[in-house]
């Protein structure tokens, strides 16, 4: 399960600006290609945590009713933000408590299945915020959690800043995507706010892709290790953690779940707990316990065949051989998947 995506966007270098040119057709067959790719390596559920004018929503429809081939879908549809903040672009700027609600609102009547608020900044938003900046009050990202909860809808809190962390854990959000913990100066180690996230259940999706191995080229070594470190941290202080990659973001392919989940074993996670994380874990996390995460009778047939043994590598999991996706086979044809049926 990839429970951070961005189908809307492309992995390459300039997401934004191919969004930007992409009218709603052209995004919708490009999403649904993105998703097959998804599928066609393995990822039976995913959660689409940002994109335009509710498109991920037709296409999770299309999806379910077995039109295109796709994994399933949760989908926040607009992100909120600030007029001109991070992901603007999609279409969630907000000003104010009242707009807030108004916008919680309108996602859900548009179907939205969770709220994602951006609650700082990010590095794909030129002039908007810094990614360690908050871009809500607490009486503000307290509104969006408030009228979520009505409809009955989880939230998603996008932060990077330590103090965006800190008012989120406070408010109450469901899971914290990145965590960071930068304060514009370097990192944070705060070990009583992870700890009352242990105590609160609060989950995080560090959002980290196969990439990771090339951040001590980008970032220095240092960074590097700091970014990587946080996910074992974490886990230390008793925070529970799912797998997401934020697919969808330069050099985030929809197409190396693998490569992704490789960091928890670069971090010394056994690799029972990787497989566990990315299965029943996060299916717990997301509110898909009862659907999909074991193989239970009751449960939807969700289930990835590999050729080698994935608690010798987690490498094995590139070697896809079939996938069902709540039933329906998918078999793996060189690069392609073909549908079999049910």
Not at 84 to 89: I, L, P, R, S
Not at 312 to 335: F, Q, W
């Amino acid at each position: 399960m990839d429970a951070h995506v961005h189908l809307a966007f492309d992995a390459g270098p300039d997401p934004v600006e191919t969004l930007k040119r992409s009218d709603d057709s052209e995004l919708l067959s490009a999403m649904t290609d993105r998703a097959h790719q998804l599928l066609r390596t393995g990822v039976t559920t995913v959660r689409d945590l940002g994109d335009r004018g509710g498109l991920a929503v037709r296409l999770r429809d299309s999806i379910a009713a077995g039109d295109v081939a796709g994994p399933r879908m949760l989908t926040a549809t607009a992100p909120l933000t600030l007029p001109g903040g991070h992901c603007w672009f999609f279409g969630g700027q907000v000003g104010g408590e009242q707009a807030i609600r108004d916008l919680v609102r309108h996602n859900v009547r548009q179907g939205a299945d969770l709220i994602k608020v951006m609650v700082t900044g990010g590095h794909l938003t030129p002039g908007g915020s810094a990614m360690w900046e908050s871009q809500f009050t607490e009486a503000e990202l307290g509104a969006a959690i408030d009228e979520a909860r009505r409809a009955g809808k989880a939230v998603a809190a996008h932060a990077h800043g330590t103090a965006g962390i800190e008012a989120s854990v406070a408010a109450g959000v469901d899971t914290i995507e990145h965590c960071t913990w930068a304060n514009g100066r370097g990192f944070d180690e705060p070990v009583e706010t992870a700890r009352t996230m242990a105590q609160q259940g609060v989950h995080v999706c560090a959002a980290i892709s196969a990439d990771w191995r090339n951040y001590a080229t980008k970032y220095g070594e240092r960074i590097a290790g700091r970014l990587l470190g946080r996910v074992r941290w974490l886990d230390e202080q008793g925070v529970r953690l799912i797998t997401g990659t934020d697919a969808g973001i330069p050099d985030a392919p929809f197409d190396d779940f693998a490569g992704s989940l490789e960091l928890f074993e670069h971090l010394g996670f056994s690799r029972d707990r990787i497989l566990a994380l990315a299965t029943a874990d996060t299916a717990s996390a997301i509110g898909l316990r009862e659907r999909t995460g074991r193989l239970a009778p009751g449960l939807d047939a969700d289930v990835v065949v590999v050729g080698d043994d994935p608690l010798e590598s987690v490498a094995a999991l590139r070697a896809v051989e079939l996938v069902a996706a709540r039933g329906r086979l998918h078999h793996a044809v060189g690069d392609r998947q073909t549908r079999t049926g049910t």
